[in-house]
């Protein structure tokens, strides 16, 4: 019914940049909130940052406030993640995620299948 595809990981050196690009698509008819998490080895997935569409805000993640910038292009259902100054520890796979209500349905929450972001020298 919807997906979620992403790209634009890779790997990077400390203190460079990536750009991330999500693109829903399928039967949408709104879209709640489009946001972006991460999934270290070992380690629990968290939120990195959210742009919520009713009130148009945004939320990081304190260990990326000032680094990275979420944006949307509503007219192409996308959300990007731009991440500067990256460091080792932003090294993780980041899932794309989205509320989405469809035309027919119900709202349902979808995850894109991740993209591996690695920094290291």
């Known amino acids: 019914q919807v997906q979620l595809v992403e790209s634009g990981g890779g790997l990077v050196q400390p203190g460079g940049s990536l750009r991330l690009s999500c693109a829903a698509s399928g039967s949408i008819f709104s879209i709640y909130h489009m946001g972006w998490y991460r999934q270290a080895p070992g380690k629990q997935r968290e939120l990195v940052a959210i742009?919520?569409?009713?009130?148009?805000?945004?939320t990081y993640a304190d260990s990326v406030k000032g680094r990275f910038a979420i944006s949307r292009d509503n007219a192409k259902n996308t959300v990007y993640l731009l991440m500067n100054s990256l460091k080792p520890e932003d090294t993780a796979v980041y899932y794309c995620n989205a509320v989405i209500r469809l035309v027919v349905g119900p709202p349902g929450n979808y995850w894109g299948q991740g993209t591996q972001v690695t920094v290291s020298s």
């Open positions: 742009s919520i569409t009713s009130s148009d805000t945004t």
